[in-house]
């Protein structure tokens, strides 16, 4: 076999996409778990907030849609796939651009509209953690049940079915597709214009631009945690808030800021999941990913650039399990993964093991925040 | 005679504690019943008559007897068949319930019951549709004969007495909870590792595993092909729990003898944590792990068998599920872990993790599941809302502390005024 080859073979370009798809949200979410224990507040709530998430950004585009915004581009785009070769011309790339701008703009909308509603949501975790001296466990626990639940009554209401769907199809609002720069377009009934190559299916066609934000988004608020006095102060409460607090910072404040943006991050991740795998669909379930995420934040030991490297090996062996029937690197007709003969299972086991196994390993030397958990009371010494 | 003393008895903790779950009780009812009003009232379908009755079932659902006939109104009054589906639903949160309750007087928080019930479920079905009795109520019919299920399937030669494989069943169902807890016990107590994490992981490993289990095995119903990825059903090999009785006193309902297998069980983990050596030690654990070692108290020893106990609890709510012989298992769980190991967490902390507490607690949140069945069935709502009042409990229940606070202290401001 040709490693080059299989290196630049569709499939590799596909498991990429995927991985990538899968491994971003996870990231996302990670991090914000990261950026409420680093304040010092436990972040059970991740699956929650992440199923809240979901709903209220579907919820959103389902609503801005029946208003009738952005149809116009959306429609516009949905027909430009079609638009033969020869007929595009200067017209036609600058509405193609204009459109574009339009729905993805509309996407950044959405995501700060549910940032900024789950960072509310999250206040119920945090006003329990902080000014209640609540058990952050079963906060935690409390706001994991009452997502789902309160999405699902809601839902039922609302669309009269279990799952809340947006008019138009997910891909046709928000993802990049090569024909919309002029390749893989048909051009009579057998024959195509060029592919985009490897590096185009792999990173530009079909994919969402979102996830490029969020990878962005998560790069920022990594810079922001360790390079900034705010992030900086936001940390000692995490680890003795004592000292914190004889140096003047509010630690209740910057809690109350660190389960905030952690809310408006793990919404946003619940986002990203329910359009980029469940076609921007809300039913109360996110299979499970929010806790992912937490294996995520303890495999990576609470530091973004490992937890970027554990998202992004959590993210390939999800696409795996999820693929691996469908995966032939050299187009011989043979599905190399299928035949090394693991069960799907194994790869869909395989994260909470080896989190399990490096917590197992690692306990003694575990960074985690000290203080997290133990809520803050400025009498005790 | 001794005179009933009414502030000695409010000032007492199990009082106090009583007070806490009843408040929360009426908050997350209040709650509930606003979500309903606003629901109702915003929604162009529906209106204030609809969220009128939606507050009627929330509240008392279980004594719901449908609609008359001919007012279309809501009609109430003992419903046999309710009644006993609720003691059918609160056998296996009972279980639950006592499964978080145990590892909580040691100190841990429980949250692996839903793992543990898995684990249950699959070693339980597997004993109990393994080994063929020669028997078993559903008959098809092949070339010509009349045959049960399982010697359709080719399950014939040696039988064995179907008392024997319910029993093997049952204890295979909590030796498989108890393993499953032992794992994030022993990881506590050898290697300090979060229980609550750990149990986050074993409890997903449990719903792959289990999906696994399930999708190479030969128990799929194959029979009743209108079926898509169900197991078969306990009572197809005649190993099905007793009704003892209790389906006479509440026709049409699926009650079972199990229910009285998990208030007897019950009684046994409250006389194990109260009046043995073994339970003190165990509390002991719980009030103070470090204290208690230095009292001669081998807190890890402790820790993993607290966690396997509570395990084997949480199977053995599993293996009482699915021995009723009426239920049936949906095998593809690996994206979802059962609601009923999470509900056991809302039915420790209502009853204040007293065990007996625990059967009240139970009977409370099954009673809540008919209800939303109920709103589901006879108005345009639906029954998730339960699990919001649910939620709302357990957030309540997160600092009951406080609440407890407050209601001492509202008892001594109320002295201050008497004089």
Redesign the interface.
Known sequence: MDILAILQSDSMAFLIRQTLLFAVPLMIVALAGVFSERSGVIN?ALEGIMIFGAFVGVLFVNTIEQVGWFTEAYDWLKAASAVKIDARDAAFTSDMVSNLFATQGFALLTMLVTAIVCAIFSM?LAF?AIH????????G??????A???V???V??IANQNTLNIGGDASSWFMLKESYFGFGIKLTRTTKTASMGFLGQAFVNQVYPITYVCILLFIVMSIFMYKTRFGLRMRACGENPQAADSLGINVYKMRYAGVGISGALAGIGGFLYATTTMNCSSN??V??FG??A??VM?FGNWKPGNIALASLLFGLLKCISASYGTLDFDANGIFELKELGI?K?VY??LP??I??VV??FT?KRSRAPKAEGIPYDKSVR | MKKLDFRAFMKKAGTKAVLASLLSIIIGMVVGSI?ILI?GLT?ATMGPKTAWEGIQLVIGGLFSTGRDATTGALSFGFNPQLMGNMLFRAMPLIMTGLSVALAQKTGL?N?GAPGQYLMGTAATLYIALSLPTGTGETLQRVSGEWVTHMEALGMTGVTYPAWLVWTLAFLGGMMAGAIWGAIPGM?KAL???NE???C??????A???V??VF?ISHLQNAVENTKRAYIYKTSFNGVQTSKLGLDAILPNSQVSGGIVIAVLMAVVVYIILNKTTFGYELRACGSNRFAARYAGIRDKRSIVVSMALAGALAGAGAALYYLAGNTELYWET????PAVG?NG??VA?LAANNPIGVIFSGLFMSMLEICGQKLKDLT???E??T??I???I??L???A??IRMLLSRKKSAGKEALK
């Open positions: 059970l119920l329990a209640l001296r609540a058990d952050q466990t079963i906060a626990t409390a706001l994991n049940m009452l789902p639940a309160l699902l009554f809601l039922r209401i109360g379930d299979a499970g806790f992912l937490l294996a303890i069960s299972y869909k086991l909470y093991v989190t399990l917590l197992a306990s | 979500i629901s929604n928080f949250i990881l290697l300090n590792i609550v994490l750990a986050i992981m074993t409890n997903w490993i719903a792959n595993l999906t696994w999708d690996s994206q979802s872990l999470f967490i809302p902390l345009a709502f639906n998730y809302i699990d919001v649910i939620a709302v357990v957030y229940s997160a600092f502390m406080l």
